[in-house]
Protein backbone atom coordinates (compact mmCIF):
# COMPACT_ATOMS: atom_id res chain seq x y z
CA UNK A 1 0.00 0.00 0.00
CA UNK A 2 1.48 3.49 -1.12
CA UNK A 3 0.72 6.35 1.24
CA UNK A 4 -2.97 6.44 0.90
CA UNK A 5 -3.66 8.13 4.21
CA UNK A 6 -1.79 11.50 1.75
CA UNK A 7 -4.09 11.08 -1.31
CA UNK A 8 -6.95 14.28 -1.53
CA UNK A 9 -9.78 12.15 -0.64
CA UNK A 10 -10.35 8.73 0.28
CA UNK A 11 -11.86 7.64 -2.21
CA UNK A 12 -10.83 6.93 -6.43
CA UNK A 13 -14.17 8.22 -7.73
CA UNK A 14 -14.22 11.33 -5.92
CA UNK A 15 -10.73 11.86 -6.82
CA UNK A 16 -11.34 11.23 -10.17
CA UNK A 17 -14.54 13.53 -10.05
CA UNK A 18 -12.54 16.50 -8.21
CA UNK A 19 -10.26 16.39 -11.14
CA UNK A 20 -12.42 16.53 -13.59
CA UNK A 21 -14.58 19.41 -12.11
CA UNK A 22 -11.72 21.62 -10.99
CA UNK A 23 -10.53 21.67 -14.69
CA UNK A 24 -13.60 22.64 -15.38
CA UNK A 25 -13.67 25.86 -12.90
CA UNK A 26 -10.27 26.49 -14.22
CA UNK A 27 -10.73 26.13 -17.88
CA UNK A 28 -13.58 28.92 -17.51
CA UNK A 29 -11.49 30.79 -15.62
CA UNK A 30 -8.53 30.82 -18.12
CA UNK A 31 -11.46 31.08 -20.73
CA UNK A 32 -12.88 34.86 -19.03
CA UNK A 33 -9.45 36.21 -18.29
CA UNK A 34 -8.37 35.12 -21.82
CA UNK A 35 -11.09 37.17 -23.74
CA UNK A 36 -11.36 39.91 -21.26
CA UNK A 37 -7.55 40.80 -21.87
CA UNK A 38 -8.20 40.20 -25.80
CA UNK A 39 -11.19 42.81 -25.70
CA UNK A 40 -9.09 45.30 -23.68
CA UNK A 41 -5.45 45.43 -24.52
CA UNK A 42 -4.89 48.43 -23.31
CA UNK A 43 -6.27 47.94 -19.77
CA UNK A 44 -6.10 50.65 -17.41
CA UNK A 45 -5.21 50.09 -13.62
CA UNK A 46 -8.62 51.55 -12.48
CA UNK A 47 -10.60 48.99 -14.72
CA UNK A 48 -8.40 46.07 -13.91
CA UNK A 49 -8.69 46.86 -9.95
CA UNK A 50 -12.21 47.35 -10.29
CA UNK A 51 -12.79 44.15 -12.20
CA UNK A 52 -11.20 42.47 -9.60
CA UNK A 53 -12.71 44.18 -6.77
CA UNK A 54 -16.36 42.78 -7.93
CA UNK A 55 -17.47 40.40 -4.89
CA UNK A 56 -17.98 38.36 -8.07
CA UNK A 57 -14.78 38.19 -9.57
CA UNK A 58 -12.81 37.90 -6.31
CA UNK A 59 -14.69 34.27 -5.93
CA UNK A 60 -14.29 33.32 -9.14
CA UNK A 61 -10.64 33.23 -8.63
CA UNK A 62 -11.47 32.14 -5.17
CA UNK A 63 -13.15 29.09 -6.80
CA UNK A 64 -10.44 29.14 -9.33
CA UNK A 65 -7.69 28.79 -6.40
CA UNK A 66 -9.11 26.66 -4.45
CA UNK A 67 -9.81 24.40 -7.48
CA UNK A 68 -6.00 24.62 -7.91
CA UNK A 69 -5.13 23.01 -4.55
CA UNK A 70 -7.19 20.38 -5.30
CA UNK A 71 -6.05 19.45 -9.00
CA UNK A 72 -2.95 19.83 -8.23
CA UNK A 73 -3.06 17.66 -4.51
CA UNK A 74 -4.20 15.18 -7.03
CA UNK A 75 -2.04 15.61 -9.79
CA UNK A 76 1.15 15.69 -8.14
CA UNK A 77 -0.04 12.75 -5.63
CA UNK A 78 -0.30 10.47 -8.82
CA UNK A 79 2.83 11.56 -10.13
CA UNK A 80 4.75 10.80 -6.87
CA UNK A 81 3.42 7.50 -6.24
CA UNK A 82 4.44 6.43 -9.88
CA UNK A 83 7.50 7.20 -10.49
CA UNK A 84 9.31 8.06 -6.70
CA UNK A 85 8.85 3.86 -6.11
CA UNK A 86 11.46 1.80 -4.39
CA UNK A 87 11.50 -0.11 -8.01
CA UNK A 88 12.78 3.40 -9.94
CA UNK A 89 14.54 4.85 -6.96
CA UNK A 90 16.13 2.22 -4.63
CA UNK A 91 15.21 1.67 -0.65
CA UNK A 92 15.34 5.19 0.68
CA UNK A 93 12.09 5.75 -2.15
CA UNK A 94 9.40 5.90 0.37
CA UNK A 95 10.68 8.51 2.70
CA UNK A 96 11.54 10.33 -0.27
CA UNK A 97 8.26 10.39 -1.28
CA UNK A 98 6.35 11.14 1.86
CA UNK A 99 8.98 14.23 2.45
CA UNK A 100 8.05 15.55 -1.43
CA UNK A 101 4.38 15.01 -0.48
CA UNK A 102 4.76 17.15 2.60
CA UNK A 103 6.71 19.67 0.97
CA UNK A 104 4.10 19.63 -1.93
CA UNK A 105 1.00 19.92 0.38
CA UNK A 106 2.90 23.29 1.97
CA UNK A 107 3.21 24.93 -1.31
CA UNK A 108 -0.31 24.28 -2.18
CA UNK A 109 -1.18 26.06 1.16
CA UNK A 110 1.62 28.92 0.77
CA UNK A 111 -0.45 29.41 -2.79
CA UNK A 112 -3.97 29.43 -0.99
CA UNK A 113 -2.78 32.18 1.53
CA UNK A 114 -1.16 34.39 -1.35
CA UNK A 115 -3.84 34.40 -3.10
CA UNK A 116 -6.22 34.84 -0.76
CA UNK A 117 -3.88 37.37 0.42
CA UNK A 118 -3.57 39.19 -3.69
CA UNK A 119 -6.99 39.10 -4.08
CA UNK A 120 -8.60 40.85 -0.57
CA UNK A 121 -5.76 43.00 0.19
CA UNK A 122 -6.04 45.63 -2.33
CA UNK B 1 13.10 -7.97 1.78
CA UNK B 2 11.77 -6.66 -0.88
CA UNK B 3 12.77 -8.95 -3.99
CA UNK B 4 14.26 -6.98 -7.04
CA UNK B 5 13.78 -9.30 -10.00
CA UNK B 6 9.98 -9.57 -8.99
CA UNK B 7 8.46 -8.90 -12.53
CA UNK B 8 6.95 -6.08 -13.47
CA UNK B 9 3.93 -5.50 -15.64
CA UNK B 10 4.46 -3.47 -19.14
CA UNK B 11 7.85 -2.01 -18.40
CA UNK B 12 7.64 1.41 -19.91
CA UNK B 13 11.45 1.32 -20.25
CA UNK B 14 11.43 -1.89 -22.50
CA UNK B 15 8.65 -0.87 -24.89
CA UNK B 16 8.44 1.65 -28.12
CA UNK B 17 5.73 3.90 -26.73
CA UNK B 18 3.01 5.32 -29.30
CA UNK B 19 2.09 9.37 -29.74
CA UNK B 20 -0.57 8.62 -27.08
CA UNK B 21 1.84 7.52 -24.05
CA UNK B 22 4.07 10.82 -25.16
CA UNK B 23 1.11 13.24 -25.17
CA UNK B 24 0.00 11.73 -22.13
CA UNK B 25 3.60 11.80 -20.10
CA UNK B 26 3.76 15.13 -21.19
CA UNK B 27 0.39 15.72 -19.76
CA UNK B 28 1.85 14.95 -16.74
CA UNK B 29 5.22 16.92 -17.16
CA UNK B 30 3.10 20.07 -17.90
CA UNK B 31 1.16 19.69 -14.81
CA UNK B 32 4.40 19.56 -12.63
CA UNK B 33 5.41 22.78 -14.33
CA UNK B 34 2.37 24.04 -14.37
CA UNK B 35 2.33 23.77 -10.57
CA UNK B 36 5.79 25.98 -10.27
CA UNK B 37 4.57 28.28 -13.13
CA UNK B 38 1.33 29.84 -10.56
CA UNK B 39 4.41 30.94 -8.81
CA UNK B 40 5.03 33.23 -11.19
CA UNK B 41 0.97 33.88 -12.14
CA UNK B 42 0.49 35.00 -8.82
CA UNK B 43 3.68 37.19 -8.66
CA UNK B 44 2.21 38.70 -12.16
CA UNK B 45 -1.49 39.26 -10.51
CA UNK B 46 0.19 40.42 -7.04
CA UNK B 47 1.91 43.18 -9.00
CA UNK B 48 -1.34 43.72 -11.59
CA UNK B 49 -3.44 44.31 -8.35
CA UNK B 50 -1.05 45.98 -5.75
CA UNK B 51 -0.66 49.78 -6.77
CA UNK B 52 -0.95 51.92 -9.81
CA UNK B 53 2.55 51.74 -9.33
CA UNK B 54 2.83 48.22 -9.15
CA UNK B 55 0.53 47.75 -12.36
CA UNK B 56 2.85 50.10 -14.48
CA UNK B 57 5.55 48.65 -13.03
CA UNK B 58 4.44 45.25 -14.91
CA UNK B 59 5.67 46.40 -18.33
CA UNK B 60 8.69 46.95 -17.77
CA UNK B 61 9.71 44.13 -15.30
CA UNK B 62 8.50 41.27 -18.18
CA UNK B 63 10.58 43.40 -20.77
CA UNK B 64 13.72 41.43 -18.85
CA UNK B 65 14.50 38.15 -21.00
CA UNK B 66 14.44 35.71 -17.49
CA UNK B 67 10.96 37.10 -16.57
CA UNK B 68 9.82 36.41 -20.01
CA UNK B 69 11.42 33.15 -20.19
CA UNK B 70 9.65 32.46 -16.84
CA UNK B 71 6.29 34.02 -18.11
CA UNK B 72 6.55 31.90 -21.39
CA UNK B 73 7.01 28.57 -19.99
CA UNK B 74 4.86 28.80 -17.36
CA UNK B 75 2.05 30.23 -20.13
CA UNK B 76 3.12 27.30 -22.64
CA UNK B 77 3.31 24.44 -20.25
CA UNK B 78 -0.32 25.85 -19.04
CA UNK B 79 -1.85 25.86 -22.31
CA UNK B 80 -0.54 22.35 -23.42
CA UNK B 81 -1.82 21.02 -20.17
CA UNK B 82 -4.94 22.51 -20.78
CA UNK B 83 -5.21 21.20 -24.24
CA UNK B 84 -4.28 17.99 -23.55
CA UNK B 85 -6.73 17.82 -20.26
CA UNK B 86 -9.63 19.08 -22.51
CA UNK B 87 -8.90 15.83 -25.14
CA UNK B 88 -9.41 13.41 -21.11
CA UNK B 89 -12.85 15.46 -20.92
CA UNK B 90 -13.79 14.79 -24.24
CA UNK B 91 -12.72 10.99 -24.13
CA UNK B 92 -14.58 10.88 -20.41
CA UNK B 93 -17.64 11.27 -22.28
CA UNK B 94 -16.88 8.22 -24.42
CA UNK B 95 -15.63 10.01 -27.58
CA UNK B 96 -12.50 9.37 -29.44
CA UNK B 97 -11.31 6.58 -27.04
CA UNK B 98 -13.47 3.58 -28.97
CA UNK B 99 -10.05 2.32 -31.34
CA UNK B 100 -6.59 3.33 -31.15
CA UNK B 101 -7.12 5.11 -34.03
CA UNK B 102 -9.23 7.81 -32.73
CA UNK B 103 -7.18 8.43 -30.11
CA UNK B 104 -3.86 8.86 -31.92
CA UNK B 105 -5.81 11.56 -33.61
CA UNK B 106 -7.22 13.14 -31.26
CA UNK B 107 -3.46 12.53 -29.20
CA UNK B 108 -2.37 14.34 -33.04
CA UNK B 109 -5.21 16.97 -32.81
CA UNK B 110 -3.49 18.04 -29.34
CA UNK B 111 -0.04 18.17 -29.79
CA UNK B 112 -0.72 20.31 -32.71
CA UNK B 113 -3.90 22.70 -31.66
CA UNK B 114 -1.58 23.24 -28.17
CA UNK B 115 1.53 24.11 -30.44
CA UNK B 116 -0.73 26.51 -32.45
CA UNK B 117 -1.78 28.12 -28.83
CA UNK B 118 2.19 28.37 -27.80
CA UNK B 119 3.09 30.04 -31.16
CA UNK B 120 0.88 32.27 -30.12
CA UNK B 121 1.44 32.71 -26.82
CA UNK B 122 5.46 32.80 -28.20
CA UNK B 123 5.02 35.81 -30.21
CA UNK B 124 3.06 37.93 -27.84
CA UNK B 125 5.52 36.93 -24.92
CA UNK B 126 8.15 38.44 -27.67
CA UNK B 127 6.55 41.49 -28.86
CA UNK B 128 6.76 43.14 -25.43
Not at chain 1, 18 to 23: E, L
Not at chain 1, 46 to 59: F, I, P, T, V
Not at chain 1, 96 to 118: E, G, N, P, S, T
Not at chain 2, 85 to 107: K, P
Request: charged share 10%; hydrophobic share 55%; with cysteine.
Amino acid sequence: MVGIASSFSQSGVINWLVQRVSALVMTAYIVFITVYLLANPNISYAQWSELNSLLSMRLFSLLTMASIASHAWIGIWCVLTDYVTERLLGPKADIIRKVLQVCMIAVILIYLVWAIDILWGF
Amino acid sequence: MTNKKRPVNLDLGTIRLPVTSYVSILHRISGVITFFGLAVMLWLLDLSLDSEQSFNMLKDLVAHPVAKLLVWGSLAALAYHTVAGIRHLVMDFGLGEESFNSGRNSAWTAVALSLLIIAIITSWVVSW
